[in-house]
């Protein structure tokens, strides 16, 4: 009986660790993500659609990168990371509309 609790703690642990990273990361890149996309709509307003579409890239990039190697963690840091870049979608929105 003592094995099978400690092997409920360690995924438990195990669990809110996925939870917490996938969470802390997402919000992070999704911060990133959302606020360089201000960035991105103002290259194109002034016309430098080259620099526009690298910015593009390099931010899909970026946020696919991030949620392969949430996906190799488990599903739940994908999940929670997904949330997370939701999350900091909301915060950037509600942030560029008070401005």
């Known amino acids: 009986m003592a094995a099978h ?3 409920a703690a360690y995924l438990a642990t195990a669990l809110a660790a ?16 959302f606020t360089l ?5 103002r290259l194109l307003t002034s016309g430098a659609s080259a620099r526009a579409i690298g910015l593009q890239l390099a931010r899909l990039a970026a946020v696919a990168a991030i949620f392969f190697v949430l996906a190799r963690i488990g599903p739940w840091a994908l999940l929670s990371g997904a949330g997370g870049l939701l999350v900091a979608r909301g915060a950037v929105m509600h ?3 008070s401005a």
């Open 95 to 97: 942030r560029m509309r």
């Open 5 to 7: 609790s400690q092997i």
């Open 37 to 41: 996309l201000r960035w991105n709509v």
């Open 18 to 33: 996925q939870l917490a990273l996938g969470l802390s990361v997402g919000l992070l890149a999704g911060l990133v993500h």
